[in-house]
């Protein structure tokens, strides 16, 4: 079994990958569409059930996009036997990276961080200025971050398919062999 994070800021295009892996045939859940995150209110831990849309000033300070450990966990001993991707982003994601067997994150340059998140239909997330603010924030540290981590890092700004080729290749490794 081999279990992939495939992660990068809000707008790289985690879950659009996720769709594609889907659609050839693999195991692929994306972490905001099938239940491992929630927003969560940081000085209490409580879950926010129904978050402001769009979120006023100040919430991204208060609040966070938390992964559940024990949804991952779950994952695991569901996918022994098979590849499984779970592609999305957390803040907390420190808490579960060591149940992966590899990450991948997915990078993009500020200009088609803009354009993706200002177009974007699948949510709505990036479009109010302080998520923008925050997204635009974190972009460029995430190359760096996952980078020091041994993430593969693959430019998503190339076309769909071969960045899902690419998200392939590196659990497929250079002999083409599950690693």
């Given at each position: 079994?081999?279990?992939?994070?495939?992660?990068?800021?809000?707008?790289?295009?985690?879950?659009?990958v996720?769709?594609?892996?889907?659609?050839?045939?693999?195991?692929?859940?994306?972490?905001?569409?099938?239940?491992?995150?929630?927003?969560?209110?940081?000085?209490?831990?409580?879950?926010?059930?129904?978050?402001?849309?769009?979120?006023?000033g100040?919430?991204?300070?208060?609040?966070?996009?938390?992964?559940?450990?024990?949804?991952?966990?779950?994952?695991?001993?569901?996918?022994?036997?098979?590849?499984?991707?779970?592609?999305?982003?957390?803040?907390?994601?420190?808490?579960?990276?060591?149940?992966?067997?590899?990450?991948?994150?997915?990078?993009i340059?500020?200009?088609?961080?803009?354009?993706?998140?200002?177009?974007?239909?699948?949510?709505?997330?990036?479009?109010?200025?302080?998520?923008?603010?925050?997204?635009?924030?974190?972009?460029?540290?995430?190359?760096?971050?996952?980078?020091?981590?041994?993430?593969?890092?693959?430019?998503?700004?190339?076309?769909?398919?071969?960045?899902?080729?690419?998200?392939?290749?590196?659990?497929?490794?250079?002999?083409?062999a599950?690693?």
């Amino acid at each position: 079994m081999t279990l992939v994070w495939v992660t990068g800021n809000s707008g790289t295009g985690k879950s659009t990958v996720c769709g594609v892996l889907r659609a050839r045939g693999h195991v692929a859940l994306d972490a905001d569409e099938d239940g491992f995150c929630h927003w969560i209110d940081r000085a209490s831990g409580e879950v926010v059930v129904a978050p402001p849309d769009p979120v006023p000033g100040g919430w991204l300070n208060r609040y966070g996009w938390a992964i559940v450990r024990e949804r991952v966990e779950t994952l695991v001993e569901e996918s022994r036997s098979r590849i499984a991707f779970l592609c999305g982003s957390a803040e907390n994601e420190a808490d579960v990276r060591d149940l992966f067997d590899l990450i991948v994150c997915l990078v993009i340059d500020e200009d088609t961080l803009r354009h993706r998140l200002a177009t974007r239909t699948t949510n709505t997330f990036g479009q109010h200025p302080e998520e923008l603010a925050a997204a635009l924030k974190w972009n460029p540290r995430m190359r760096a971050l996952y980078a020091s981590l041994g993430a593969t890092i693959i430019d998503a700004s190339e076309p769909l398919t071969e960045v899902v080729d690419s998200v392939i290749d590196a659990v497929q490794g250079p002999t083409g062999a599950t690693r």
